[in-house]
């Protein structure tokens, strides 16, 4: 995030950032350029927002990512969350602004972790009808999760490992496998294809030709056997019945 070193009320930044080309966040004031992202980051937002859109249909609720501003403390604050949820009837006919998130989602890159973990942990929190934020690292396995408990006060879990991840505020569950893509690992695959790889990479090509070819004709060689076996049995059946006819007639 780069600052423009620029002072504006909150109304001046909300008619100037329409004319730019980025986005900025707004702090008391200063403006703040908002940064690129890398592939995973952006990857993790995507799993999180398709999850969220199939799981609230239907329950009035909006589930909006990076365009969106969320507005903090009367308008002397914007920021624009990676992933934000309301579902309150007061933002239903908003266009680009939440005012009453119930979660805000935040995925943690270097250019912004310390912000995330600080200036907005501390902001987002005195909004009233905000009930979780979360915080997911980008490159490793670990979400934080902070939830307001019965005394209104905020607590702290984390996940760092394959684990089941419950939002109440939204009443949804989910994986820490739904957010991580994984890469397919070679050691998993199995013995008989390794084998298998194994002894293509290392056989010549005019190896595997004979290799077939005996097959084959071991192929051949057995159906002519059983064929003449097949035969052999039912001279041997013929042979035998027209005896016992013979030996009747005597």
Request: aromatic share 12%; hydrophobic share 35%.
């Amino acid at each position: 995030m780069t600052e423009q070193t620029q002072s504006m009320t909150p109304e001046q930044y909300l008619a100037w950032e329409q004319q730019q080309p980025i986005k900025y966040e707004y702090i008391n004031g200063e403006v703040y350029g908002m940064t690129r992202e890398t592939f995973p980051h952006n990857n993790i937002v995507i799993n999180l927002v398709s999850a969220l859109k199939s799981h609230l249909p239907g329950k009035n609720c909006k589930v909006e990512m990076a365009d969106t501003k969320v507005a903090v403390s009367t308008n002397s604050l914007f920021f624009y969350p990676d992933v934000v949820v309301s579902c309150d009837p007061r933002d239903g006919e908003s266009r680009n602004i939440i005012y009453y998130p119930c979660l805000i989602v935040e995925v943690l890159s270097p250019s912004t972790e310390a912000l995330d973990r600080g200036k907005k942990l501390e902001h987002y929190c005195q909004i009233e009808s905000l009930k979780e934020y979360v915080l997911i690292d980008s490159e490793n396995i670990c979400i934080e999760c902070y939830k307001r408990n019965e005394k209104n006060q905020w607590e702290a879990t984390t996940y760092t490992q394959e684990f089941s991840v419950k939002l109440e505020s939204i009443n949804f569950e989910f994986t820490t496998s739904l957010l991580y893509e994984k890469k397919e690992n070679p050691e998993k695959q199995t013995r008989l294809i390794r084998r298998f790889a194994d002894w293509w990479e290392t056989t010549p090509i005019e190896n595997v030709l004979e290799d077939i070819h005996y097959m084959l004709k071991k192929s051949a060689i057995l159906d002519i056997f059983s064929l003449l076996t097949n035969v052999a049995i039912i001279v041997s059946l013929v042979t035998w019945f027209m005896e016992k006819r013979l030996t009747k007639s005597y």
